[in-house]
């Protein structure tokens, strides 16, 4: 099966930046949305960012304003640029991916999972 993999995360300053990459072992066949997780120690894992294939994007309220995701439709990939960076945010992140029969990805857990990259943001 296609795996994923996260790249992209470290140590960054608040107020700083990074940018998380995600990209299949293979080619990704019948898959709508791409989108990323985060769970936070302690907290439960939750929705940062969707993107589908047409281009529509769902953000968090937390992170609106201050994340962008993307994609690259080619096999597909995916990529969160995180700006304006706060302790909040730190986090595993974990990149998904929802087969296109999935039409409300706030409500369905993704088809395929990465192992996750941590996210730490402090001074």
């Known amino acids: 099966q296609v795996q994923l993999a996260e790249s992209g995360g470290g140590l960054v300053q608040p107020g700083g930046s990074l940018r998380l990459s995600c990209v299949p072992s293979?080619?990704?066949?019948?898959?709508?949305?791409m989108g990323w997780y985060r769970q936070a120690p302690g907290k439960q894992r939750e929705l940062v960012a969707a993107i589908a294939s047409g281009g529509k994007t769902i953000y968090s309220d937390s992170v609106k304003g201050r994340f962008t995701i993307s994609r690259d439709n080619d096999k597909p990939m995916v990529f969160l640029q995180m700006n304006k960076m706060r302790s909040d945010d730190t986090a595993v992140y974990y990149c998904?991916?929802?087969?296109?029969?999935?039409?409300?990805?706030?409500?369905?857990?993704?088809?395929?999972w990465g192992q996750g990259t941590q996210v730490t943001v402090s001074s």
């Open positions: 998904g991916a929802w087969y296109v029969t999935v039409m409300d990805v706030t409500t369905s857990l993704p088809d395929y």
């Open positions: 293979g080619t990704l066949f019948s898959v709508n949305f």
